[in-house]
């Protein structure tokens, strides 16, 4: 069964694909001191091992956030803003292994934080067995023991996966409560991976574009 006219859908998503990138190449940055460190929180998703120096998932687009994520944390610490970290840790009975290479299991050197950032520290670890975070116990608790924070800096892997599901739930959730938020995602401090047809820059593009159709708010960078 034919689907769709495959010259015409190529063309159509080219122009399309061209006025996506021309967006995000015009993105405007933000200034911390633009933002009340009191109601703001830094996240830090999947900035692992096991995506990022071994193990089936390891990508070297994901070492190449390290230092940028660094800065952010470290500038986050001077502005006594919250941070948390997200790590994949899955049992080995994890469903999710029916689509994804078995990865990160729990209490393995591929589901801690890389070095770079533990030794920044200062975060609060939330082990997560799904690719949303936001389903955690632990977050779920946090959040409700931390009312006033309605910003979150979203930073690390994998864009189309695990980045653009927390931040998407996240921000569907206050508007669910009727709450304002900015949910912000600097685009120099996320990406994903290549594997077959998984091709990382239309991924990571596309999940770029679909954050933002949602609220998310694109940045170029935290200054």
């Known amino acids: 069964m034919k689907i769709l006219n495959r010259e015409d859908f190529i063309r159509k998503s ?3 694909l061209e006025k996506i ?9 933000v200034k911390f001191s633009d933002l009340n460190a009191e109601q703001t929180a830094l996240v830090i998703v999947d900035m ?5 120096r071994e193990g089936a998932l390891k990508s070297p687009r994901a070492e190449a956030l390290i230092p940028e994520i660094s800065r952010l944390s470290k500038a986050c610490d001077e502005l006594k803003i919250t941070k948390l970290a997200f790590a994949d840790s899955h049992t080995g009975e994890s469903p999710e292994f ?12 591929e589901s801690e934080v890389v070095d770079e950032l533990k030794e920044v520290g200062g975060y609060i670890l939330i082990p997560k067995n799904s690719t949303n975070g936001f389903h955690e ?8 023991r931390n009312e006033k924070i309605n910003t979150f800096i979203v930073t690390g892997v ?4 695990c980045v653009q599901q927390f931040a998407i739930t996240l921000k569907t959730w206050f508007n669910m409560m009727n709450k304002k938020s900015r949910i912000i995602v600097p685009i120099n ?3 994903t991976y290549d594997l077959g047809v998984h091709n990382a820059e239309l991924t990571h593009v596309m999940a770029l574009y679909n954050m933002s159709t949602n609220g998310i708010e694109l940045v170029s960078e935290i200054k």
């Open 137 to 144: 116990e632990e977050f779920q608790k946090w959040l409700k």
């Open 98 to 109: 029916d689509s994804y290479p078995e990865h990160c299991i729990r209490g393995t050197s």
């Open 21 to 29: 990138v021309d967006m995000l190449e015009k993105l405007p940055s």
């Open 189 to 191: 401090t996320v990406d």
């Open 48 to 52: 692992i091992n096991g995506f990022v």
């Open 14 to 16: 080219t122009d399309v």
């Open 158 to 161: 994998c864009t189309d996966i």
